[in-house]
């Protein structure tokens, strides 16, 4: 799909790309870049266009893999390309730029970013990790079908 548009409003990120129900594209589609890595997710398909809303934006959250321990972990948006990497077990040490990618079906190959930052805790230790791109240099997506 072509990126019509790019917006940020609200403390939200947003595009608007070329295709939508007549495509076939439904709300909860995938929305990836031509890297595999997770963009968004289709939040309004329209008959022609549709509405992704930015896979980091806060409210939104994935269960996640650190590849390099095989650890599992929640990545809940934080906004402005970021995440906060929650359940990290005190002790576990997370490398910066180490990737971090979905869990789960096909979609495991999915990458959603990288270790940026380490948190403080007794039991659960937050990280914050960053997006592998930058939305507004962004042309072109591919939509997963949310049934996968």
Do not use: C, H
């Not at 948006?77 to 002790?91: S, T």
């Not at 910066?96 to 495991?108: A, E, H, R």
């Amino acid at each position: 799909a072509k990126i019509i548009f790019y917006s940020r409003d609200l403390g939200k990120d947003f595009l608007i790309i070329d295709l939508g129900k007549n495509d076939g594209l439904e709300n909860e589609d995938v929305v990836i870049d031509n890297k595999n890595s997770l963009v968004g997710i289709i939040q309004e398909a329209n008959d022609e266009f549709s509405k992704v809303d930015m896979a980091y934006n806060p409210g939104r959250s994935f269960e996640a893999e650190i590849k390099s321990l095989g650890l599992r972990v929640l990545a809940e948006g934080a906004g402005l390309g970021e995440w906060y990497l929650k359940l990290v077990p005190a002790g576990t040490e997370l490398k910066d730029n180490d990737p971090i990618s979905l869990v789960g079906g096909q979609l495991k190959s999915v990458l959603l970013g990288e270790v940026s930052e380490t948190g403080k805790g007794s039991v659960f230790i937050d990280y914050k990790a960053r997006a592998l791109f930058f939305p507004e240099s962004l042309d072109n997506v591919f939509v997963i079908p949310s049934e996968i």
